[in-house]
Antibody, heavy 121, light 110 residues
């Protein structure tokens, strides 16, 4: 059974760093892209970027390029999303999701349960 | 502001048919596939329609999708109370080289 299990909720102060994780199981981790999607409370979905664990090829949405870093650890089948300096506007639910295709854009077929990040002084 | 435009809300009564629209441009919907996701309250999104009009296994045939030019639509027939959710369209945007979502439509079943 394919599962993406995300790390727990975080409460941070502005300026702090953070890394959240997404542990995959039930499939070959290196063969599928993993993406991240942000959802600000009460708002819609925003695509952040995607990484191919097989070679760490990473593509960011222009809206998030330079603001976050997406990485993977193949040894633990875990994808991560990190910030070096959080802002209050980073407060949101963050979802990881497996992308079904390799060469062309398609859809996210499995999703994590989400990690709620709250940034407040 | 989202790249793809959806109505913020819609409603219907059980058994009715509802249509949710998604408007884009030549760089996204017109030249690429459209996808629809359903997000039940408090849950992660789930794909309902892929590649304009295809349903993953397990999605009832009450859900259907179509695309014409720079617009797409999701139709839900035989509306049920469990369909009350937020619905998002998505597509690849060639000019941004990125996936883009619509702002989402909240469906209320009266």
């Amino acid at each position: 059974e394919v599962q993406l299990v995300q790390s727990g909720a975080e409460v941070k102060k502005p300026g702090e760093s953070l890394k959240i994780s997404c542990k995959a199981s039930g499939y070959s981790f290196t063969n599928y892209w993993i993406g991240w999607v942000r959802q600000v409370p009460g708002k819609g979905l925003e695509y952040m970027g995607i990484i191919y664990p097989g070679n760490s090829d990473t593509k960011y949405s222009p809206s998030f390029q330079g603001h976050v870093t997406i990485s993977v650890d193949k040894s633990t089948s875990t994808a991560s999303l990190q910030w070096s300096s959080l802002k209050a506007s980073d407060t949101a639910m963050y979802y990881c999701a497996r992308h079904i295709a390799y060469r062309t854009w398609d859809y996210f077929d499995y999703w994590g349960q989400g990690t709620l990040v709250t940034v407040s002084s | 502001q989202s790249v793809l435009t959806q109505p913020p809300s819609t409603s219907g009564t059980p058994g009715q048919r509802v249509t949710i629209s998604c408007s884009g441009s030549s760089s996204d919907i017109e030249d690429n596939y459209v996808y629809w996701y359903q997000q039940l309250p408090g849950m992660a999104p789930k794909v309902l329609i892929y590649r304009n009009n295809q349903r993953p296994s397990g999605v009832p045939d009450r859900f259907s999708g179509s695309k014409s030019g720079t617009s797409a639509s999701l139709v839900i027939s035989g509306l049920r109370s469990e369909d009350e959710a937020d619905y998002y369209c998505a597509a690849w945007d060639d000019s941004l080289s990125s996936c883009v979502f619509g702002g989402g439509t909240k469906l209320t079943v009266l």
